[in-house]
């Protein structure tokens, strides 16, 4: 059985919804739902970054409340990216974005502790769009 999904937003007014849930193989997937179908996959570090800098920068479209994540869960999002960072630079810079969620910082500062963790040269909303269509949600369903 398939835990529940948190949205964090939609891409555009007619996009489909992102979001994650915790899978039994100890990760998180990437949750992409549309009209015609939900596509889960495992998530990368990456991945995950993407969606906590989005929540934080409001800059999806709003999700249903019934499923919008919380601070708390993109919390434990972020502290989960921690315990399998890729290596130790990224490692560290994620513990510094752990600290400054937890410490209730503005939210541009927690988005710029995020975009440092991420890999060189990701833009995060490109990357959520690339993924969405990757799951058969086409360029022109992510556009925004």
């Given at each position: 059985m398939a835990a529940v999904a948190c949205a964090?937003?939609?891409?555009?007014?007619?996009?489909?919804?992102l979001g994650f849930?915790?899978?039994?193989?100890d990760?998180?997937?990437?949750?992409?739902?549309?009209?015609?179908?939900?596509?889960?996959?495992?998530?990368?570090?990456?991945?995950l970054l993407s969606l906590v800098i989005a929540y934080?920068?409001?800059?999806?479209?709003?999700?249903?409340?019934?499923?919008?994540?919380?601070?708390?869960?993109?919390?434990?999002?972020?502290?989960?990216?921690?315990?399998?960072?890729p290596d130790e630079r990224?490692?560290?810079l994620l513990a510094e974005a752990v600290d400054a969620i937890d410490d209730g910082l503005a939210a541009d500062v927690v988005v710029t502790a995020l975009a440092r963790c991420?890999?060189?040269?990701v833009d995060p909303l490109d990357r959520l769009r690339e993924r969405a269509a990757e799951a058969g949600f086409g360029p022109a369903a992510a556009r925004g």
């Open positions: 964090v937003g939609r891409l555009g007014a007619d996009g489909p919804w849930a915790p899978s039994l193989e990760r998180y997937d990437l949750v992409v739902t549309g009209i015609s179908h939900a596509h889960r996959s495992p998530a990368t570090v990456d991945d934080f920068e409001d800059s999806l479209d709003e999700p249903p409340e019934e499923l919008a994540a919380t601070h708390a869960d993109i919390a434990a999002l972020v502290r989960h990216a921690l315990a399998s960072a990224r490692g560290a991420l890999d060189v040269g």
